[in-house]
Nanobody, 121 residues
Framework: QVQLVESGGGLVQAGGSLRLSCAAS????????MGWYRQAPGKQRELVTS???????NYADSVKGRFTISRDNAKNSVYLQMNSLKPEDTAVYYC???????????????WGQGTQVSVSS
């Protein structure tokens, strides 16, 4: 089994910054991709950003230029630096990882428990 533990959420004023962290542990052979999703009240969960093992990144249009994803492969960790935060960024943020648990297994998707980010106007 694989566990993802997120940290770094909180309450911040509009224009402020937060940094989220997510560490994966457990039965991990390799991590193909890691990412961040968010879910606001009454809305569907949406992809914020992702990063694959070669460092290629992908961002939702709504966060481009404000958010930066980074990854530490040695620590099985992913980070999300969020700058110029807006009230519409308020949501529960979930870490996600696509993991091979052995060299011959298929990839499985694991999720963290979520961390609340609230941005006041």
């Amino acid at each position: 089994q694989v566990q993802l533990v997120e940290s770094g959420g909180g309450l911040v004023q509009a224009g402020g910054s937060l940094r989220l962290s997510c560490a994966a542990s457990g039965s991990i052979f390799s991590i193909n991709a890691m990412g961040w999703y968010r879910q606001a009240p009454g809305k569907q969960r949406e992809l914020v950003t992702s990063i694959i093992s070669d460092g290629t990144t992908n961002y939702a249009d709504s966060v481009k230029g404000r958010f930066t994803i980074s990854r530490d492969n040695a620590k099985n960790s992913v980070y999300l630096q969020m700058n110029s935060l807006k009230p519409e960024d308020t949501a529960v943020y979930y870490c996600n990882a696509v993991v091979e648990v052995t060299s011959t297994s298929p990839s499985y998707v694991f999720w963290g428990q979520g961390t609340q980010v609230s941005v006041s106007s």
